[in-house]
C-alpha cells in the first residue's frame, strides 16, 4: 500500500486557498488512480508541531546527559519525533503552500526543522552528508502572487528551491513542483490560472505508477 502524506501549508480553509486547492486537486486525482493508495492530511496550522526553541535545546541536552526530562520538554520530543516517524513512514508526500515574502509561511519551516534528524532522515559522514530517507516521490504545490519561475526575479525565489533542496538533502532527489504563477497580477484572471495549474496537477498524479493494491 502507498502512503501518502498530504501536507498543508497554509492557515486558510482549503476553499480559500488556490495552493490548497491545487495541492487537493493533485491528492484527489492520485487517489482514484491508485486505489490502494492511502492518504493522510498533516495540516501544519492545525496540529501540534514543536518550533525548536529553548524548551527543544534544553531536552535534546538532557537527553545527551541522559537527565529525566520536564513534562513539556518529553512533550515536545514525543511529538517531534512522531512526526520525522510519520515522514519516513510516507511514500509519497505532496506539499501545498503558497509563496510568502519569496519563500514557504513559517509553519512549512517549523516542519523542516522537526523533520531534519541527523541519524534518522541525513547523517553525516567523512564523505559529507548522506539522505537517509531515500525511495520517495515529492510533489510540491504552490500558488504565487507573482511569476518567479521566469524572468529577472528567479533568483529571489526561495520557496520550492529550498524545499527542493531540503528534500534532497534528506534522501527525496524525485521531487515534481507544480505552480500556480501570477494569481494576483490580474484577481479576474485568478480562476482561470488555477484551472490550468489543476490540469497539469492532475495529469502529474495521472502519469504515477499505479500502486500495488496489498
Ligand atoms: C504574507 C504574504 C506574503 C506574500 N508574499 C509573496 C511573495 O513573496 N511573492 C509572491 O509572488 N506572492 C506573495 N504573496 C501572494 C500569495 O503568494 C498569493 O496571493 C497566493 O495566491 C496565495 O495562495 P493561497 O490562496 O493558497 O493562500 C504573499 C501573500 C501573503 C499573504
Redesign the pocket.
Known amino acids: 500500500m502507498t502512503k501518502v502524506l498530504f501536507v498543508k501549508g497554509?492557515p486558510?480553509s482549503t476553499e480559500q486557498?488556490?495552493?490548497?486547492r491545487l495541492g487537493q486537486s493533485f491528492v484527489d486525482v492520485y487517489a482514484a488512480e491508485n486505489p490502494g493508495a492511502q492518504v493522510t492530511e498533516l495540516d501544519l496550522y492545525e496540529s501540534n508541531i514543536p518550533l525548536i526553541d529553548a524548551e527543544v535545546m534544553t531536552a535534546w541536552g538532557k537527553l545527551a546527559q541522559q537527565s529525566e526530562l520536564s513534562h513539556h520538554e518529553a512533550a515536545k520530543v514525543l511529538r517531534l519525533g512522531e512526526l520525522v516517524d510519520q515522514f519516513l513512514d510516507s511514500d509519497v508526500i505532496v506539499f501545498a503552500a503558497?509563496?510568502?515574502?519569496?519563500g514557504y509561511p513559517p509553519m512549512v519551516k517549523a516542519y523542516m526543522d522537526a523533520i531534519a534528524v541527523a541519524g534518522k532522515t541525513f547523517q553525516y559522514t567523512a564523505t559529507g552528508p548522506v539522505g537517509l530517507a531515500v525511495g520517495k516521490k515529492a510533489f510540491i504545490t504552490e500558488?504565487?502572487?507573482?511569476v518567479?519561475s521566469a524572468g529577472p526575479m528567479v533568483s529571489m525565489e526561495h520557496s520550492q528551491s529550498h524545499l527542493r533542496a531540503f528534500l534532497g538533502f534528506l534522501g527525496v532527489t524525485d521531487v515534481q513542483v507544480l505552480l500556480a504563477e501570477g494569481?494576483?497580477f490580474d484577481p479576474s484572471k485568478g480562476e482561470e490560472i488555477l484551472a490550468e495549474a489543476v490540469a497539469r496537477a492532475q495529469q502529474a498524479a495521472k502519469a504515477q505508477p499505479v500502486a500495488a493494491t496489498v
Open positions: 497554509n486558510k486557498s488556490y495552493s490548497l503558497p509563496m510568502w515574502n519569496f500558488a504565487r502572487g507573482g518567479w494569481l494576483n
